[in-house]
């Protein structure tokens, strides 16, 4: 009898060896799809809809697919996403066109090209102390309008029973709610010259996305499978900060919402984290994370599929491994559909895979190569793996 896509991430989940390695695609920004793409795949696909947005935010630019597209996908999962307080989709709907859209923490998109948005607009780009960091007008977390659809939409999915649930609150990422507030650049430097107030931002930053991730958790934390936390810590080839400052000032604070996730639900921890993340991976393991993800295989150590496998397998499950700077963007199908089949026979052996795209499927991708990976896993992912 055949197992329901749940019933299959389950058993990776768990370190079981289910009947094929599962997908995950068209879920959060970490695993979607972009807009362009998407109209191709509708294109190809004959499916006639209206575009929709993640999260109600068009300026973001990844799609909400249309239940065809993720069927013709074979996505194993399916998203509950929390929603920006009403307030800020009606300022946002009556601003002026092409101006910058700002979010409920005083961050914003700017509009770089027609219908291309990039995160430019940073409130607190020269602030250096506490006092600064007190009177600032923060977000209010407790607004009910984020959380109060999430417990109708999994518990149809629940019911349903046919896909794994993955709960994607919006960056949920001390780290780079700081780059947001600052820009990279400088919070970075203030990691170098004035720390403390950076861990003061930084402890800013979790409280409020722990008050959030609370309310979400306490809405729907018993029907999900999957709960998305993480932070881009790694460039490509190295990690952004030292290990010693990320478990100085970071870890306890992944550590700490972990640790709130683990007491309001059952499900597992996913935390997306880009670039070459290889030398914290036991740090990850240590707080409680069970998902890493993408899997950046063209940054640094990462690209070394046979001593991830070897080193962590049954102790952590990865997601991703897609390469979407060379291999999705430019390859052929054909070549797309090897290097599934090449990254599945290392990760996926003995289960502890998921496949899925080294973060979102870009605008530079093909259709055809979205439909070449995911029809690769169909042909080469079933267990045993003897492809």
Same mark, same amino acid.
């Given at each position: ?11 990776? %989940? ?17 695993? &979607? ?7 191709? #795949?509708?294109?190809?696909? &004959? ?33 509950? #996403? ?12 009556? =601003? ?18 027609? /219908? ?14 506490? /006092? ?13 309008? =984020? ?23 919006? %960056? ?15 919070? %970075? ?93 036991? /740090? ?23 001593? %991830?496998?070897?080193?962590? /397998? ?74």
């Amino acid at each position: 009898m055949p197992i329901t896509s749940r019933e299959r991430v389950r058993a990776v %989940l768990n370190h079981e060896i289910p009947d094929r390695v599962p997908v995950i695609l068209g879920v959060s920004n970490a695993t &979607g799809i972009k807009i362009k793409p998407y109209r191709g #795949l509708k294109s190809i696909l &004959g499916v006639v809809c209206e575009d929709q947005y993640i999260y109600d935010w068009p300026e973001l630019g990844t799609a909400l697919p249309d239940e065809r597209i993720m069927q013709r996908l074979h996505s194993d999962v399916r998203g509950i #996403l929390d929603r920006f307080p009403l307030e800020v989709y009606e300022r946002n709907k009556n =601003r002026s066109p092409h101006s910058p859209f700002i979010d409920d923490w005083g961050g914003g998109q700017m509009e770089i090209s027609p /219908d291309e948005w990039y995160p430019g607009i940073h409130p607190l780009p020269d602030a250096v102390t506490k /006092d600064e960091l007190d009177n600032y007008k923060w977000p209010d977390m407790d607004d009910p309008y =984020r959380v109060a659809h999430v417990r109708a939409e999994a518990m149809k999915l629940h019911e349903e029973n046919q896909y794994a649930i993955m709960a994607t609150p919006w %960056l949920m990422f001390p780290f780079e709610r700081a780059f947001e507030m600052q820009g990279m650049e400088k919070f %970075l430097l203030n990691l170098a010259i004035e720390p403390d107030f950076a861990q003061e931002l930084l402890i800013k930053n979790n409280q409020l996305c722990m008050r959030l991730m609370g309310h979400f958790l306490d809405e729907c934390g018993d029907l999900i499978d999957i709960i998305k936390i993480g932070d881009d810590l790694g460039t490509q080839e190295k990690l952004m900060i030292s290990p010693r400052m990320y478990r100085n000032m970071l870890k306890p604070l992944h550590a700490e919402m972990i640790s709130l996730i683990k007491q309001k639900t059952k499900a597992k921890v996913f935390f997306h984290t880009d670039g070459d993340v290889f030398d914290l991976i036991e /740090d990850f393991i240590e707080i409680g994370v069970d998902i890493l993800n993408p899997v950046q295989t063209s940054a640094g150590k990462m690209s070394n599929l046979e001593e %991830l496998k070897n080193r962590y /397998d049954k102790r952590i499950v990865f997601c991703g491994g897609i390469d979407t700077q060379k291999i999705l963007p430019f390859g052929t199908p054909d070549q797309v559909k090897q290097e599934v089949r090449r990254v599945i026979n290392i990760l996926g052996k003995d289960g502890g895979y998921m496949v899925s795209p080294v973060h979102t499927v870009m605008n530079e991708v093909p259709a055809e190569n979205v439909l070449a990976m995911v029809d690769a896993v169909e042909e080469f992912g079933y267990y045993s793996l003897k492809n």
